[in-house]
Structures are given as C-alpha cells and as structure tokens.
C-alpha cells in the first residue's frame, strides 16, 4: 500500500480498525505461504487450497467440470417484494439490484454474460455485499479492470453502494471508489425521497476479519427511519436485529455453490444458523436475504445452485412474495 492511500484511511477511519485489519491481512498472506502458521480460530475451508483441487479431481472424474462451469454462467433472477412496516410511500415500489460474491476476475466469459443480463433491468440502487476478487490475497488490478466494464452497465438513480468481504484487502477501498462505487467501512448513508429518507448501513468484514462495527455504522441514523444493514456474512444477525434494522443484506456463503440436489449446501462456511445460509429468512422483526453469489470461489464450478442475480422491491404494506 502507498503512503497516499494509508493516509487517507487514517484519516477515515478509526486506528484500532484499520490496524486489525492491516495486521489479519499481513497475517494472512503469511499463512497463506507457510500452513504451519495457521490460526485454528481463524481457519475456515474456502481458505483451504486442498479443498477445491481435491473438488476438480472429483468433477473431471464423474465428468461433470463442463456442465459445472457452464453453470456459473447460468444466471437466475429473483425478484422480491420486501414490506416494510416505517416506509414512507415515496420508497413504496423502491428497487435494490443486490449483487454480492462477484469475484469477477475468475468469471469464465470475462463478465460478458453478467452485464448483457443486467443490461435490460430497471432498479433505483444497487448495493454489492463484498468479495470483488477470487483470491483472497495478492494483487486486485484485474479485478479493478473487470469491475469498471461491469460499471458501466450499473446505472440507477441511486448510485452504486458496497462494503468489503473477506477476500477484498482494505487498500482496494480507493480504486473502487474510483470507478464510482460508494464504500461504506462501518458507514452510513442517506437516500430521499421527498424530504423522506431511508438509510444504507455498511459493516466491514465480519467474517474473517471481525473489524465490524455496527454502532459506529448506525451513529448518525435517525432511529425513526428504515434501515438497510449491508454485510458480507450472515453472522451478526443477532446484533443487528437489536439495533432494530429493518432489511438486513448479505452474501458470503455462495448458497453452498456445490450443492445436493435441491439446493442443500454441503458447507455453509459461516456461523450462522443452517436456515440463514440461503435465501429469504426472518429474525424476530427483521428481514434477511443471503445471496447464493454472482460469482464462484475456489473453484469456478456451481452444482444445483445457480448463480444469483437479486431484485429486491421495497413495498409499503405487507404482501407475498414470489421467487421467481
């Protein structure tokens, strides 16, 4: 990381978060390069090279590695009607496109199909939960050369909103910023709507490198108003639900990625309840959605679980909602 860059982040955020995270992805890339360093505490499969060559073996074995990676390809819209109780009727009919898990420089096409499906849609803002690039240490320049063609396909009133995942390093922060995407590092925004407002929440990692900060994020939000909380993992819904958000959006688990027959995840690779890996779900009053991911990790394969591309549609009164 250049002086420039270090001293803005200084100057944005708080010491003790940015020399955790500077510290874990130092250690991390030590890890990365000598197994005899890892971290029982911080060790998790996706990290695993094992893992994914041993998976390779398997599919060309069976020979399934053309029609999984074709499935990367494959992707499914789903579309969703979310009520919310506090929403001012100017938000009624407010669509996010949520993307999360791009890891876009290992898309098999380059990204050609993601943008061409994304082309035709319409939504007011689109929000990416984390994990831009495939690997979780190294350099990010492609990703960074993927991301700006895939820029230009993401045009919405609202802008472009993301927050970091467990394989994006803090010093990505700029050159993201610099293709237009706005990144909030346990931030806040606003959005209005006729003098209304809601609320855009957004945690660092809190997966791997535990540098969220959820009171930080939600310091300057008026606690009358709706709250959309952005992480990476479904891992703090415990403590969100306590702070009252309303739409809580993550990704990180990839659905599985590999799957049995009828999307059932063989790994969730997060701390979280089963019910939470996947999908819509509920906790006490708060909405949830865990994005299968965009995009592919480990291995850019996908069995009985396509990748997701989500349209979330805020709604003023309650209705049923249908996956499409």
């Not at 499906?117 to 007011?124: F, I, K, M, R, V």
């Not at 922060?173 to 990144?183: N, S, W, Y």
């Amino acid at each position: 990381m250049d002086a420039k860059t270090l001293n803005t982040l200084r100057e944005r955020l708080p010491e003790a978060h940015l020399s955790k995270r500077l510290i874990r992805q130092t250690e991390h890339v030590s890890m990365r390069f000598d197994v005899r360093k890892i971290e029982l505490s911080h060790f998790y499969w996706e990290n695993f090279d094992l893992m994914p060559k041993a998976l390779g073996v398997i599919l060309k074995l069976t020979l399934l590695m053309k029609r999984s990676c074709a499935n990367t390809l494959r992707y499914r819209l789903r579309q969703y009607d979310i009520p919310i109780e506090r929403l001012p009727p100017a938000f009624d009919g407010y669509r996010i496109l949520h993307l999360s898990d791009l890891h876009i420089d290992e898309i098999l096409d380059g990204g050609e199909q993601l943008c061409q499906t994304l082309a035709g849609l319409e939504y007011d803002l689109c929000v990416i939960t984390g994990d831009y690039r495939f690997d979780t240490y190294g350099v990010h320049e492609e990703t960074v050369v993927r991301m700006s063609r895939l820029m230009e396909t993401l045009e919405c009133p609202d802008g472009v909103v993301g927050i970091l995942g467990n394989h994006d390093f803090i010093e990505m922060v700029p050159d993201l910023e610099a293709l237009g995407i706005t990144m909030l590092l346990n931030e806040s925004l606003a959005i209005e709507r006729d003098e209304h407002r809601i609320w855009l929440a957004g945690l660092d990692d809190a997966h791997y490198y535990e540098v969220h900060d959820i009171a930080r994020a939600m310091a300057d939000i008026d606690a009358s108003e709706p709250v959309v909380l952005l992480v990476h993992s479904p891992e703090v819904i415990e403590e969100a639900e306590a702070y009252g958000i309303d739409l809580f959006l993550c990704g990180h688990t990839h659905g599985g990625q590999v799957c049995l027959p009828g999307g059932i995840p063989i790994i969730g690779n997060a701390r979280c309840p089963r019910d939470k890996l996947s999908g819509r779900w509920r906790h006490g009053r708060m909405q949830g959605y865990t994005h299968r991911g965009t995009g592919s990790s480990g291995l850019p394969v996908r069995i009985n679980c396509p990748p997701d591309i989500t349209l979330h549609c805020l709604k003023t009164s309650p209705v049923l909602s249908a996956e499409q």
